[in-house]
């Protein structure tokens, strides 16, 4: 055979090979596939049924020389039948290449022992589907999960805002020269956190970023965290945001009696603390109960204008970090029943960002009925007795 005649031959051989291999599913990475090891059992009357997610295997028959008829379904429709040999070394593909089956270990009689029990026999199926495109772990791409959390919802001036963050690496390769950002929307940044951070396959990075108040602050900030990387898949952002807020900064608190009668005095205490740690510019309203009248005010009130015997206390003041302002008035009332006390109100600049509070709770005053009295005359009687009449009686004895 000449030169020629073995190049002809060796080239019908790759042709061949080729379009056999064109035919045959193609062996998938097996890391593409999800694998399930089920044993179906034949007792009779009853025809095996597994359920694997979506899919359903039917064992028809066992023939128990080492064959199994199964027939599978999709959600209700059948896809179609195949009888499985005992250790084959192939792959039976349905539903378009998305599952495959193989049978491991089905009953054949004639390798049992001589007393086995041929009654039941069962087969031995290896079941895979292939997973999705969300399933399939990338190659050689990073994958992050971001935590971004502030310690607390709401703030004093005076504390420091740390907010705690938690890189993890969810991919399968090392992740490095991972980019982190912080935006703090205004407030000012005490202790930052590393530009460059490098984390190991299936490893956390946690750090904190610790912020400040500014001199002229927002009533809310949105503290934003951006992180990036790059991997072999290109460009990749991640973002969170954290929302805080500055605490109001007064804390108003007003007391009155509970009970008192008709044109007697009805005494009422204001207390206004500033709990923050610079100066608040404080506008004090407080309004008198209806049909009530000012006998003793420490303060000068003033009539409400458009609104009949409706006077209210008017202060403006400034308080200092922790300073307390206290106020004092009694009042007086002819109209018998139980009347509301309204809530304070005072409007607050802080920092040049406004607030509008009250008081924590209202108050009722019930006005009774006073209690009239005459003076009471004592006088002594004396009860006059009768006489009592004495009579002798004397029994006479005959000598």
Known sequence: MNRKSHFYIIAVFLIASYMITGIMPAEANEDDWSSLTVTLGNE?????????????????????????????????????????????????????????????????RENLPMFSNLCSPEAEVVFETKKSAEEKPAEDTVSLDLDFEADKDEYLLGDEVTVDTELRNTGNVKADKIKFDADPDGLLVYKGVPENITIDKGSTKSF????????????????????????????????????????????????????????????????????????????LIDLLPATFTVINSSEPIASVPGMNNSSYLRQD?????????????????????????????????????????????????????????????????????????????VDLVPA
């Open 208 to 283: 904190e970023l610790q912020l400040r108040f500014p001199e002229k602050i927002k009533e809310s900030y949105n503290i934003t965290a951006n992180v990036s990387w790059e991997d072999n898949s290109g460009k990749h952002f991640l973002s969170k945001v954290v929302e805080i807020k500055v605490s109001e900064p007064l804390k108003i608190y007003k007391y009155t009696g509970s009970e008192v009668f008709t044109g007697t005095p009805a005494y009422v205490t204001l207390s206004v603390k500033n709990i923050q740690d610079r100066l608040v510019n404080v506008s």
């Open 44 to 108: 009779n009357p009853i025809i095996s049924i597994v359920s694997v997610d979506e899919y359903t295997l039917e064992a028809l028959k066992f023939d128990s020389y080492g064959m199994v008829w199964l027939r599978i379904s999709k959600n209700g429709l059948t896809l179609g039948d195949t009888v499985l040999e005992n250790n084959s070394s192939s792959w039976c593909y349905m539903d378009n290449d998305n599952i495959r089956l193989k049978a491991c270990n089905v009953t054949n």
């Open 317 to 393: 003041f400034v308080l200092a970090p922790e300073e307390m302002k206290t106020f004092s008035y009694s009042v007086k009332s002819e109209k018998l029943g139980v009347h509301r006390v309204p809530q304070t109100h005072a409007y607050a600049d802080l920092c040049g960002q406004l607030y509008s509070e009250c008081s924590d709770s209202e108050n009722t005053i019930k006005v009774c009925e006073n209690i009239s009295y005459k003076e009471y005359e004592r006088k002594t009687q004396v009860e006059k007795i009768p006489p009592v009449e004495t009579k002798l009686h």
